[in-house]
């Protein structure tokens, strides 16, 4: 088992920069590509961004890419979202998922563990 613990949500501006932070404890010996997910007050849960276990992959959601970079530090088992120009469309609750998965994956289905999200709201 994997626990995930969010952090680093928040009020802030638009355009203005957050970054959310990931904890991993439990069974971190394992290989695990991670996942931000963010949802909505009404909508389904959606992909944001994926980080592939080394780092060295990485996917975006059109949405997001270019304002928002996913990072890792295997050394602390966290994984990060730095978020900049946030617009008040990117208010939501954000998920970090984690997945055994050996590829890459932004399927919702595909993730195994999950935080208990960490509320962004972005004021125009």
């Known amino acids: 088992q994997v626990q995930l613990v969010e952090s680093g949500g928040g009020l802030v501006q638009a355009g203005g920069s957050l970054r959310l932070s990931c904890a991993a404890s439990g069974r971190t010996d394992r290989s695990y590509a991670a996942g931000w997910f963010r949802q909505a007050p009404g909508k389904e849960r959606e992909f944001v961004a994926a980080i592939s276990w080394s780092g060295h992959t990485a996917y975006y959601a059109d949405s997001v890419k270019g304002r928002f970079t996913i990072s890792r530090d295997n050394t602390k088992n966290t994984v990060y979202l730095q978020m900049n120009s946030l617009k008040p469309e990117d208010t939501a609750v954000y998920y970090c998922?984690?997945?055994?998965?050996?590829?890459?994956?932004?399927?919702?289905?595909?993730?195994?563990?999950w935080g208990q999200g960490t509320q962004v709201t972005v004021s125009s």
């Open positions: 998922a984690a997945t055994l998965r050996v590829v890459v994956t932004i399927r919702t289905l595909e993730y195994d563990y």
